[in-house]
């Protein structure tokens, strides 16, 4: 098992930055993959951007690419996403999830566990 928490989301103006962070729990952190996810009202979940087990490879959403980093610190068992020149089309409920067997991370299937979410909102 595993639990996740994420925190750091709030109102962010246009072109903001801000940093999630989602603090896990349970088995061993270092063993498994994360990934962040957002879905904003109405619309699907969508992958944002995941890193591997040690952090030595990230992956990135094409809308994010540029303004986002996410980076992890296993001694801390905490996965990060900084996000900078924030839209108002970034505006959504940003969930961090657990990739136990790993798998294709771009894909909500791959995931085993996810945090409760936190209300990102940028205005313009």
């Known amino acids: 098992q595993v639990q996740l928490v994420e925190s750091g989301g709030g109102l962010v103006q246009d072109g903001g930055s801000l940093r999630l962070s989602c603090a896990a729990s349970?088995?061993?952190?270092?063993?498994?993959?994360m990934g962040w996810f957002r879905q904003a009202p109405g619309k699907e979940r969508e992958f944002v951007a995941a890193?591997?087990?040690?952090?030595?490879?990230?992956y990135y959403a094409d809308s994010v690419k540029d303004r986002g980093t996410i980076s992890r610190d296993n001694s801390k068992s905490t996965v990060y996403l900084h996000m900078s020149s924030l839209k108002p089309e970034d505006t959504a409920v940003y969930y961090c999830?657990?990739?136990?067997?790993?798998?294709?991370?771009?894909?909500?299937?791959?995931?085993?566990?996810w945090g409760q979410g936190t209300q990102v909102t940028v205005s313009s």
């Open positions: 890193i591997n087990r040690s952090g030595g490879t990230t």
């Open positions: 349970g088995r061993t952190f270092s063993t498994y993959a």
């Open positions: 999830a657990a990739a136990i067997l790993g798998g294709t991370l771009v894909n909500t299937r791959a995931y085993d566990y």
